[in-house]
């Protein structure tokens, strides 16, 4: 059975989704491998963050589910029997979709987190810190040993994801691996990774890898259109370019207002290596109010770490594409970022102090997230690195 992970509780987490934008390659994938009864024991789910990676594992799962239950039914009142003349019946055609009505009792066992034969890993509560866990803990990962050693409740698969690999540390990798390295009879492991390269070589190796891509741009305009409809194009298109095919980070910009603070951002940049002091203060203090007892999820603070990491990324792999010129090749998401990209990255810009600025900031929005730290104090030391990076550019220009 699994637990209620209170982070995922909301009717449009990823259990909960009936529909699913895209990646219907990948559903086509994992319905041949399914009809022909070859089912790999273990799926790697890969691609950009908040485009259906765990909807789409869920969605396995509820499907395997729902037709091994279909056929224990049918077997239970004699419709696998012989055809009138003796014949086999026929085989079921192939499904188009991995789709399970919302009305389905499995769906609705699935979205409950109260299937039996369902296991989901994911960070748990630590009541001692009264803070969610920055990982997942070898506690957590050993679950699977007695779900796996159990026989299915409803004679099927016994299925279990893990949301997301990329938090297991390294004593819970290691007992993932055990349970990849003897498989489980009717066993059925979805890993679901943002950053697969960080991941124990050994884990990849043992899994059936599935990469899910970013939606296309037409896909994603449906989605903006539909979900922000009084938007001008302009702004419609910067919203696209944000979002980066990525429905869940549209869907995280739209609630914490990331266009206006992707501007705002913008401005507070402008000056560098020079710094607009009260101003920064003002932006750092009001973004830690509107943080405040935040606990994880599409907040203004984690808006803007993902809207600065997605600049800075940009321009870095612009300047690296670009040589001599820079980063003036960059396809910016406004107008104002041709100025910044001029000035932070001019031709012979140390490339390695940004890919640094750049990494810290991934570790210390963790660890405003993990250790609850002052967000006020996060954003006002990133910003004295980002001057620094930028004035050591400017004597080097």
Not at 13 to 29: C, D, F, K, S, T
Not at 99 to 110: C, E, H, L
Request: a negative charge.
């Amino acid at each position: 059975m699994a637990e209620i992970d209170q982070t995922d509780s909301a009717s449009w987490a990823p259990r909960h989704a009936e529909a699913l934008i895209g990646h219907e390659a990948a559903e086509r994938v994992f319905l041949k491998d399914w009809a022909a009864g070859r089912l790999a024991h273990a799926w790697l789910i890969t691609g950009p963050k908040g485009i259906g990676k765990a909807s789409f594992a869920f969605r396995c799962a509820r499907f395997v589910l729902q037709r091994e239950n279909r056929a224990a039914a049918a077997a239970r009142q004699g419709a696998s029997a012989p055809g009138l003349f003796g014949d086999e019946p026929a085989a079921p055609a192939l499904p188009d979709s991995l789709a399970v009505p919302a009305d389905d009792p499995v769906f609705q066992r699935v979205a409950s987190l109260g299937h039996a034969d369902l296991l989901v890993i994911e960070r748990a509560w630590d009541d001692k810190g009264k803070r969610w866990r920055s990982e997942i803990v070898a506690e957590d990962a050993r679950r699977l040993v007695p779900f796996f050693g159990m026989t299915a409740a409803e004679g099927g698969h016994r299925i279990a994801i893990i949301d997301s690999a990329d938090e297991l540390n390294r004593h819970a990798a290691n007992a993932i691996l055990k349970i990849l390295e003897e498989p489980p009879p009717k066993g059925l492991l979805f890993l679901v990774s943002h950053s697969p390269g960080r991941l124990l070589p050994t884990i990849r190796s043992r899994c059936r890898r599935l990469e899910l891509q970013p939606l296309p741009p037409a896909q994603m305009a449906g989605l903006i259109a539909q979900q922000a409809p009084d938007l001008p194009d302009t702004d419609r298109d910067a919203l696209a370019a944000l979002a980066a095919g990525s429905p869940g980070r549209l869907e995280a910009l739209l609630e914490g207002g990331g266009l206006a603070l992707y501007d705002e951002l913008l401005g507070l940049l402008a000056p560098l290596p020079a710094v607009d002091v009260a101003a920064l203060h003002a932006f750092a203090d009001r973004l830690g109010r509107a943080g405040a007892g935040d606990t994880g999820g599409a907040g203004a603070f984690a808006t803007l770490l993902d809207l600065l990491g997605g600049l800075l990324a940009r321009l870095i792999a612009a300047a690296a594409r670009g040589g001599r010129d820079g980063a003036q090749g960059a396809a910016h998401v406004r107008p104002a970022e041709a100025a910044l990209a001029a000035r932070l990255f001019p031709p012979g810009a140390d490339l390695a102090e940004w890919i640094a600025v750049w990494e810290k900031l991934g570790e210390m929005g963790r660890a405003a997230d993990s250790l609850a730290l002052d967000r006020k104090h996060v954003l006002l030391s990133l910003f004295n690195r980002l001057a620094a990076a930028a004035g050591q550019g400017a004597r080097a220009a």
